[in-house]
C-alpha cells in the first residue's frame, strides 16, 4: 500500500508570489489535514478536510488555504508569500480523522520563500 | 490554548544506553502519542495510548500515560544509531483526531 505522497518535495519562491502545494493520501484514506513545520514554531495544524469540505482549521491567516478533491486528494495554497512561510509543510491522511485515529504523515514539502 | 512541554529538549548518549523523555501539560487528555521524525521526513507513529496508566511497548520503546492524565513518558532501552531522529510527544483535539498538538520534540543523538 502506498503511503502519503507530497509534491514537489522541495520549492523555492520568491515573497509576493503564490504556491500551490499537493497531497495524495494513502488509498482509502478520506481525512487528510496539513501542519507547518518550522524551527521556532514547531510542528502547528493548518486544516483538515474530509469529503471535500473543510471540517477543521488552526490559526493561521487567510493567505493560507486547501481543498481537497473528489478522490480525497488534497491541495494547499499560500497566496502573496512572506519571509516567515519558509518552512516544511506536512500532509497526514487517515481512514475519517476521528478522535484517536492514526495519522499517516507524508515526507513534506520543504518551503523556502527568498 | 492546549501547550505541551516534552523535555529534554536534546540528548547525547552513548551506544547501548537508556534513554527517557516526557511530556507534561496542565491540561488533561484521553490519548498521548509518541512520534518519531527521521531527517527529512514526516512524523512517524510509534506509539498510541488510550487509557491513564496505560504501559505499552513496542521493541525496545516503551510509553506510559500518566495515571493524572496531565503527562506521559517514552522510554527507549539499549539505543542503537538508528534511533537517531527527533521524537514528539502529541495528543488529538477531542473533536478532531486530525488535529494535534505536539510538544516542541527531543532531538535524540546517538554516538557508536
Known amino acids: 500500500k502506498a503511503g502519503v505522497t507530497q509534491t514537489p518535495r522541495y520549492l523555492i519562491k520568491t515573497r509576493g508570489q503564490q504556491v500551490t502545494l499537493s497531497c495524495s493520501p494513502i488509498s482509502g484514506h478520506r481525512s487528510v489535514s496539513w501542519y507547518q513545520q518550522t524551527p521556532g514554531q514547531g510542528l502547528q495544524f493548518l486544516f483538515e478536510?474530509?469529503?471535500?469540505?473543510?471540517?477543521n482549521k488552526g490559526n493561521f491567516p487567510g493567505r493560507f488555504s486547501g481543498r481537497q478533491f473528489s478522490n480525497s486528494r488534497s491541495e494547499m495554497n499560500v497566496s502573496t508569500l512572506e519571509l516567515g512561510d519558509s518552512a516544511l509543510y506536512l500532509c497526514?491522511?487517515?481512514?475519517?480523522?476521528?478522535?484517536?485515529?492514526?495519522?499517516?504523515f507524508g515526507s513534506g514539502t520543504q518551503l523556502s520563500v527568498l | 490554548g492546549q501547550q505541551l512541554n516534552q523535555s529534554p529538549q536534546s540528548m547525547f548518549i552513548q551506544e547501548g544506553e537508556d534513554v527517557s523523555m516526557n511530556c507534561t501539560s496542565s491540561s488533561i487528555f484521553n490519548t498521548w502519542l509518541w512520534y518519531k521524525q527521521d531527517p527529512g521526513e514526516g512524523p512517524v507513529l510509534l506509539i498510541a495510548?488510550?487509557?491513564?496508566?496505560e504501559l505499552t511497548s513496542n521493541g525496545r520503546l516503551t510509553a506510559q500515560f500518566g495515571i493524572t492524565r496531565k503527562d506521559s513518558f517514552l522510554n527507549i532501552s539499549a539505543s542503537i544509531p538508528s534511533d537517531v531522529g527527533i521524537y514528539f510527544c502529541?495528543?488529538?483535539?477531542?473533536?478532531?483526531?486530525?488535529?494535534?498538538?505536539f510538544g516542541e520534540g527531543t532531538q535524540l543523538t546517538v554516538n557508536p
Open positions: 497526514a491522511s487517515s481512514l475519517v480523522g476521528t478522535g484517536g485515529e492514526k495519522l499517516f
Open positions: 478536510y474530509f469529503s471535500e469540505t473543510q471540517r
Open positions: 502529541a495528543v488529538p483535539q477531542e473533536t478532531s483526531g486530525s488535529r494535534l498538538t
Open positions: 495510548l488510550y487509557k491513564a496508566g
